[in-house]
């Protein structure tokens, strides 16, 4: 018989067919189907949901403010809940990082924050060509889809796609491989048929693209040479930033000072909608509405966003366990891919954005169809969905992670033995 998703629901739904009951109720690291199910939630919303599903904290904010007629819609006018997030950035965020950025609302999605940080960048440049990296992903929109490599969704585009040039990231060649020297070789040689950039634009780790984690020597070098050709860097730190590898933004630890940084996700902290492009005050060079929207003025989520900063970051504590739980994450991933060598390869990632490389995309699906029938809802990631991928809320527990690692592990354990079944 027919539900009421199948008769209405476009085809391109996909998380529905990877789990495929009907959800009402969610709190903390637990969702529940409408038949009273628990499920242990590593997918947090594609890390939309860092500090938990409806946590008691934002909530009681979110409450309170819809409660005494806050404004909800603003478009881009002043209002006291977005002057609160506003201050919070500045003084819990930016300035203990040296950091003067300004903040500019764009539509609700992270694809919007991309978009308008392209465009800014080559207003400002006067160059069109943007440099990307292969495995990166930075959105479904078409400025942001040229930029993602991705051939599934690229082949959803029905047009062409311009302006992008596409260079290895850190470790594509191979491992000990120099991925920025074709990079800076190119930028020396007049003929090499590189258009000189308006920007690069990178994650520190490509989460949809496979968790895969540059190293800071990488990063540093990046920046070296974006400097020394007048190149602007975008950092996408929509699904990293906001904690996920253990600082707030994911490139703290390299020491880089991004010109523009893109956030969304779990800046919300509640999974409400809710974007944000951070840059350099020279480069705010757009005229009054020349890059508008009509949903960037969701003063909800500025309520929750800046009640988010105010617990979670204003000290190191939150920073500290997460980098802890992260260490945890390593350890006991590794120990699997050392317990099943003819199905892992390694562990990819860093922080609590870590996960499983299997030999191929078959095994990932079979361990991750067998979690959520144990409880565990996780995704795969990468070119060939070959990496099990863990994202988990940043605030579970010790005991809650290993609840759910137990479960991965028993199916993994379950997988191998059907495997060997049916060579046998």
Not at 36 to 42: A, P, S
Not at 304 to 323: G, M, Y
Not at 330 to 351: E, I, N, Y
Request: proline share 4%; aromatic share 8%.
């Amino acid at each position: 018989m027919s539900n009421i998703f199948d008769v209405m629901e476009s085809t391109v739904q996909t998380y529905a067919r990877s789990f495929p009951v009907t959800f009402n109720k969610a709190q903390g690291v637990w969702l529940y189907d409408d038949k009273g199910k628990r499920y242990l939630d590593f997918l947090a919303g594609a890390g939309t949901l860092n500090y938990g599903h409806n946590n008691p904290i934002l909530k009681e904010a979110l409450i309170e403010y819809i409660q005494q007629d806050g404004i909800a819609h603003g478009l881009d006018m002043h209002t006291t809940a977005k002057a609160a997030f506003l201050t919070a950035l500045q003084q819990i965020i930016l300035k203990p990082r040296d950091m003067d950025h300004v903040a500019q609302f764009t539509g609700p999605t992270g694809t919007n924050a991309v978009e308008a940080a392209m465009k800014l960048a080559r207003k400002v440049t006067g160059r069109s060509n943007i440099v990307a990296f292969t495995n990166g992903f930075h959105g479904v929109s078409l400025g942001a889809l040229a930029a993602t490599g991705n051939q599934h969704h690229r082949g959803g585009a029905g047009t062409s796609m311009a302006d992008i040039s596409r260079l290895p990231y850190d470790g594509y060649p191979g491992a000990g491989e120099d991925s920025l020297l074709l990079f800076e070789t190119m930028l020396n040689d007049n003929s090499s048929g590189l258009d000189k950039p308006a920007a690069v634009l990178f994650e520190v780790v490509q989460g949809e693209g496979g968790l895969n984690a540059s190293s800071f020597k990488w990063l540093q070098r990046l920046e070296k040479i974006c400097r020394a050709h007048d190149i602007l860097m975008i950092a996408d730190d929509i699904q990293a930033g906001c904690g996920r590898t253990g600082t707030f933004f994911s490139f703290e630890p390299a020491g880089i000072k991004p010109d523009i940084i893109t956030l969304s996700k779990s800046l919300s902290g509640m999974g409400l909608p809710f974007a944000l492009v951070l840059l350099r005050p020279e480069l705010d060079q757009w005229s009054p509405g020349e890059h508008n929207g009509t949903f960037r003025g969701n003063n909800h989520a500025f309520v929750t966003a800046r009640k988010a900063l105010e617990t979670f970051w204003k000290d190191d504590n939150f920073a500290a366990e997460v980098r802890a739980k992260g260490e945890l994450l390593t350890q006991r991933m590794q120990a699997m891919v050392d317990r099943f060598p003819k199905l892992f390869s390694k562990v990819k990632g860093r922080g609590m954005m870590q996960g499983i490389a299997c030999h191929d995309g078959e095994i990932a699906d079979a361990i991750t169809s067998k979690c959520f029938e144990r409880g565990l809802i996780i995704e795969t990631a990468g070119p060939n969905d070959e990496v099990v991928k863990c994202l988990c809320p940043l605030i579970i527990t010790e005991a809650e992670l290993t609840q759910g690692l137990d479960w991965l592990e028993d199916s993994i354990l379950e997988t191998e033995g059907e495997r060997l079944r049916k060579a046998s």
